[in-house]
């Protein structure tokens, strides 16, 4: 087929593509169902998935404690339970901050700060549920779930910064000061960073709590925190909490659960922290957004939380996924992939594929490529949050990119970058993008 035909083919192909994707609300529901047509559904088990933002379930990690495998259910767990959460979780999720980031402080949590929600999207949806009219900034590439979240509520406006590649992405704080001046009160982002594995540690982070002190709520999702390799897999979480000074006061409001640092998404319990008269607002949402989390479960999360033990699971969490990671970069590397960004937290690869030839150089045809492979990726695109669709992302900065989750088990790795492998040697000697 003559060269000019074969690109005509790829932009229509990627024109389908586009269309599909702006009806479609989120990047791995989109990315599964592709993969279904392939036969994942009949037999996962010959799959990569390297597309799904979760991670190993499995009691294979040197030094994790074990799951449970059974649950024993209490008279209270078969009522209806509280839509804030019962109150043990409660005081246990504000126990394990006020001893992992707030030790010697005089504003401590008390369960009264603490909301337990059905997982992470539904404590985004409550969220929004309870913020006043506003400007709300956030930043690009980031989690796709906020597209939701931003789409369904009318409350407020939503304000897109681009983070920059050649700047790894970074916030700075001169950043979220610009947006404040222009107007903007309320400003959500990941941190640690869903795509891009980087994170803001102090005392940068304190310096940005510091400009939105008493001028902008700030949402923080901390679901990565506990995937933190910039402290000698110390078992240190990373949280805005360390440098709140007032628990009642500072408008910063937390979200994080047992769905990935503890490695248990089924459950879906979360948490969201945050200002007394924030929670009970967040609470009272519940009854009529979602009904509260399952009471069983809370019950059973109860004593996982024990702030040592927290901590040595942290530890072994870190040691394996860094672990992990520097294989999947290193073989990666081999492939021949550049690997300019070297994430510092998460169990993500925001992959560059600028360097590829044109045909899979993009990461809508990368990912049509892997399906043939039964390798499962995300597509940058759909981490370009464009709510309401007011954009065209076909031009897209994260165009050229891929998310590559190193969440799954180590032999899961193994066969998926084999099969991305492949797909590279298929294409060898092919037209690199940006030759004439």
Not at 261 to 274: E, K, T
Not at 327 to 344: H, S, T
Not at 396 to 414: D, I, N
Request: proline share 6%; charged share 25%.
């Amino acid at each position: 087929m003559p060269m000019k035909d074969t690109a005509l083919m790829l932009v229509s192909t990627q024109v389908v593509h586009l269309r599909e994707l702006a009806h479609s609300s989120h990047g791995v529901i989109w990315c599964t169902e592709r993969a279904y047509e392939h036969g994942f559904l009949e037999s996962p088990e010959e799959w990569a998935n390297l597309g799904q933002g979760a991670p190993e379930v499995d009691d294979d990690i040197v030094g994790s404690f074990p799951r449970p495998t059974t649950i024993d259910i209490s008279m209270a767990g078969r009522e209806y339970g509280p839509t804030a959460g019962i109150k043990p979780l409660r005081e246990a999720v504000a126990h394990l901050y006020n001893v992992h980031h707030r030790q010697g402080k005089p504003s401590q949590y008390t369960w009264e700060n603490v909301c337990i929600v059905p997982g992470g999207r539904a404590g985004l949806i409550r969220i929004a549920a309870v913020l006043n009219n506003a400007y709300l900034g956030f930043f690009i590439p980031d989690y796709t779930a906020y597209n939701e979240m931003l789409s369904l509520f009318k409350n407020f406006a939503a304000i897109p910064s681009l983070l920059s590649h050649e700047d790894g992405y970074h916030i700075h704080v001169e950043k979220i000061g610009e947006e404040i001046t222009r107007g903007t009160s309320v400003i959500l982002t990941s941190n640690p960073r869903n795509p891009t594995g980087r994170v803001v540690r102090n005392p940068e982070l304190a310096e940005i709590q510091n400009i939105c002190r008493d001028r902008a709520t700030l949402v923080m999702d901390e679901f990565y925190g506990g995937y933190n390799y910039t402290s000698d897999c110390d078992g240190t979480t990373v949280s805005a909490a360390e440098n709140i000074e007032d628990v009642n006061e500072d408008d910063v409001l937390l979200i994080d659960g047992l769905t990935k640092r503890f490695r248990l998404p089924g459950w879906r319990i979360a948490w969201i922290i945050g200002p007394k008269e924030f929670i009970d607002a967040i609470g009272s949402c519940g009854s009529y957004l979602d009904g509260g989390a399952n009471v069983p479960f809370q019950e059973a999360a109860v004593s996982m939380l024990e702030p040592h033990k927290v901590r040595e699971e942290m530890k072994a969490l870190q040691r394996h996924f860094k672990d992990k990671r520097d294989f999947v970069l290193k073989r990666l590397a081999e492939i021949g992939f550049k690997i300019e960004l070297v994430p510092d937290s998460t169990f993500y690869i925001w992959l560059d594929l600028s360097g590829l030839p044109d045909a899979i150089s993009d990461g809508l045809n990368f990912f049509q490529a892997c399906l043939k492979e039964k390798v499962i990726v995300v597509p940058g695109i759909f981490f370009d949050l464009n709510p309401a669709r007011r954009r065209d992302l076909f031009d897209s900065p994260c165009h050229h990119f891929v998310r590559f989750s190193y969440g799954p088990k180590l032999e899961t790795l193994k066969m998926g970058l084999d099969g991305i492998e492949r797909v590279i040697k298929k294409h060898a000697g092919e037209k690199l993008t940006g030759e004439k």
